[in-house]
């Protein structure tokens, strides 16, 4: 019997030591892993030209043009990938990220939020090889980390943001990434699947069926509405109608993959697009009859406001903003429209709202099921100048630069403020 009761002390005081071990080794590794502050913070550095550049870059690199089988190259500065990687570290996984480009490896630093006072920072560098980069180093904090982990560990925080990266890792038609100076050449083959596979791989299983409810809810509006255009707002107030009753029973993060689901089919529809054009499985969904989107009875002040709350919405950095800017640059440059204020009045009002759709999920749905109107989202903004030649505009407000220019954009900020939304 007392033998007994020792072998149980002995087995208790193990049972003890082995808990207090893991306790000291779960702390030592907050301890080592977990910091205070960010080694990458916030940035706000997009310029116009970057946009050119990029959009530039996929208008000459876009797979669904290039010849099946044939190499292509694609010079990318370090500066191209830093703010690519920016944007979808930002995107999907809610990181700020830093990217360095040397002769023959690159380093990329990363800092997501544990919480508004605690962060992982992240440094890997990669090593040029004949292919693939392949991993040199990881570090999480002070801790170094077995690529084999971090593999997983990305591939489960990629998943739960809705990328699906087992579609895309294997990159059978990349052949080669070579890091010269401050530029990485990329050369690649184009198989006669990969812009699919791309498409497929971008947009999670559970969005699919979001994006389906309201293409649905969308092609019944448009068989009951009449005549050739319709106003955004007598969209808007069905369509969140809808994301309340699919998000009552969600948590905060449910309500607002709802509302960016309302505003990417809106977005689509206004554009004359097809969801198949983002998802392959689209393909025989229902087609809404088309309609002429309009706010304030413009058609191109329907189409600013909606790209740029999808942005805004999607994701969470300046683009949105700077996307606009270019747009009106491009206008004024090429012989287009011109430069309008009131365009990048929509773009600043729908980037205002996808923030708020994401923000605020709950408060912009209740809000816009419950009928609203174009004036309480969208400012009266006949009176702002509009198609103005690049020489007109710079001589006029100084170019994107200039105290005129600034000062017209603090108004259109005033004004959005003033909006019953924003109240």
């Keep these: 019997m007392l033998a007994d009761c020792a072998d149980m002390r002995t087995l208790s005081k193990w049972l003890l030591a082995t808990l207090l071990a893991f306790a000291a080794a779960a702390l030592l590794l907050v301890a080592l892993t977990i910091e205070r502050a960010p080694r990458v913070t916030a940035r706000d550095d997009v310029s116009p030209d970057d946009i050119e550049r990029a959009v530039t870059m996929v208008r000459l690199h876009d797979p669904r043009r290039a010849a099946p089988g044939q190499v292509q190259t694609l010079p990318l500065r370090e500066r191209d990938i830093d703010l690519l990687l920016h944007h979808a570290a930002r ?6 990220t830093r990217v360095q480009v040397q002769p023959g490896q690159m380093t990329i630093t990363a800092s997501v939020p544990v919480t508004s006072e605690r962060w992982l920072n992240v440094e890997l560098k990669l090593r040029q ?3 693939l980069p392949e991993v040199a180093r990881l570090r999480v904090g002070r801790l170094p980390v077995p690529v084999w982990l971090a593999k ?37 083959r184009v198989g006669r699947g990969t812009a699919e596979r791309l498409r497929a791989a971008l947009v999670a299983p559970a969005d699919w069926q979001r994006m389906r409810a309201y293409q649905e809810r969308l092609f019944a509006l448009s068989q009951q509405l009449q005549g050739p255009q319709v106003s955004l707002a007598s969209l808007l107030q069905p369509m969140f109608a809808l994301a309340v009753a699919r998000s009552a029973d969600e948590g905060t993060a449910a309500a607002a993959a709802e509302n960016r689901a309302v505003l990417l089919t809106l977005a689509l529809f206004a554009n004359q697009r097809a969801p198949g054009l983002l998802m392959p499985a689209a393909e025989d969904w229902p087609r809404p009859r088309p309609l002429l989107v309009t706010l304030q009875t413009r058609h191109d002040f329907a189409l600013h406001f909606l790209i740029s709350a999808v942005i805004a919405a999607e994701a969470g950095t300046p683009l949105a903003d700077v996307v606009g800017l270019w747009k009106e640059l491009a206008d004024a440059r090429r012989g287009g429209s011109g430069f309008s204020f009131n365009d990048l009045a929509a773009d600043r009002a729908g980037t205002r709202f996808g923030e708020l759709a994401t923000h605020e999920p709950r408060r912009l749905q209740t809000y816009m099921a419950d009928g609203s109107t174009e004036a309480d989202f969208m400012p009266q903004v006949s009176d702002l100048p509009e198609f103005l030649p690049e020489a007109a505009f ?5 170019g994107v630069d200039g105290e005129g220019y600034r000062r017209v954009l603090v108004d259109i900020e005033a004004r959005i403020n003033t909006l019953p939304l924003w109240r």
Excluded: K
């Design 91 to 96: 995107r999907w996984l809610g990181a700020n």
């Design 129 to 131: 090889t004949a292919t």
């Design 152 to 188: 997983q560990a990305l591939r489960m925080a990629a998943a739960r943001r809705g990328l699906q990266l087992d579609a895309l890792l294997p990159l059978d038609y990349v052949e080669r990434v070579a890091m010269t100076g401050s530029q990485a050449t990329v050369s690649y």
């Design 394 to 398: 710079v001589a006029r407000y100084g």
